[in-house]
């Protein structure tokens, strides 16, 4: 049996999409190339971590902003959008008054769930927790109104960061600040969601169901065109030897 030494929000639901793009990045190591909303999205969010630990948030943007387009470089790819757009959304998250020292950034937690069925404890990260305010902060960029309160509510990781947020600080969180940047326009907006008990216990019947198929090696693919390693493999499958008509029914 292979050491899966913990899980991860985005590694039940990666699982729970597609049981072979699951095995390709946590069995297989496979690393998926990057894209640009994956790099800006890394880069903001080290701008927003040097924020909030008093640092110089600019320079620490400018400096992630060319790393990243350095890596994606590698690949004949640029990092959109561009500085500008970034330091714009970055004033923007300022000029609302959410900048500044604020609480501890990147804050990491170990959960165990209440289950039996899973040996191994939940690792995370939550962007901003500002236990003072009773509150966490969850950064989000995205080139379209995709997110909403409703989607935000479903979302398992609301539900694990709220319940880990409990077990490190001993108080309920009073409420997520979900804060989206877009980057087709200089918008940001905060979305307020309360985590529930009920989203929980869900994401603890699906780490259940994970645990489940992986120990009993289910990796199978889910088939779908837009799916990376399914694709993947369809485009993998090879031609064949060339046979003519006559040599196959010889
Ligand atoms: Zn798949």
Redesign the pocket.
């Known amino acids: 049996m292979f050491p899966l030494k913990h899980l991860s929000v985005s590694s039940v639901q990666l699982y729970l999409t ?1 049981h ?2 699951w095995k390709a990045r946590y069995i297989d190591r496979l690393v998926m190339p990057s894209n640009p909303p994956m790099a800006f999205g890394k880069a903001f969010h080290a701008a927003l971590e040097a924020e909030h630990r008093g640092e110089n948030s600019e320079r620490a943007l400018i400096a992630a902003w060319n790393a990243g387009d350095a890596d994606l470089t590698a690949s004949g790819q640029t990092l959109r959008p561009g500085k500008a757009h970034a330091l714009a959304l970055l004033d923007e998250y300022k000029a609302r008054g959410l900048g500044g020292k604020l609480g501890e950034p990147e804050r990491k937690f170990m959960l165990r769930l209440l289950t039996p069925s899973v040996p191994v404890m939940v690792l995370g990260y939550i962007d901003l927790v500002v236990p003072e305010r009773r509150r966490f902060r969850e950064f989000k960029t995205t080139s379209a109104a995709t997110w909403t309160y409703t989607k935000i509510a479903l979302e398992r990781q609301l539900a694990v960061y709220g319940r880990a947020y409990q077990e490190l600080y001993h108080h309920r969180v009073d409420c997520a600040e979900y804060v989206i940047f877009r980057t087709d326009i200089v918008q940001v907006d905060v979305i307020e969601a309360v985590p529930s008990a009920h989203g929980f216990r869900l994401f603890e019947l699906e780490a259940e169901a994970m645990w489940q198929g992986v120990t009993a090696g289910n990796f199978e ?4 065109q837009n ?1 990376a ?2 694709r993947l493999h369809v485009d993998r499958v090879p031609a064949g030897p060339d046979v003519t008509w006559g040599e196959k029914f010889a």
């Open positions: 597609c072979a793009a693919g889910c088939g779908r799916c390693v399914c």
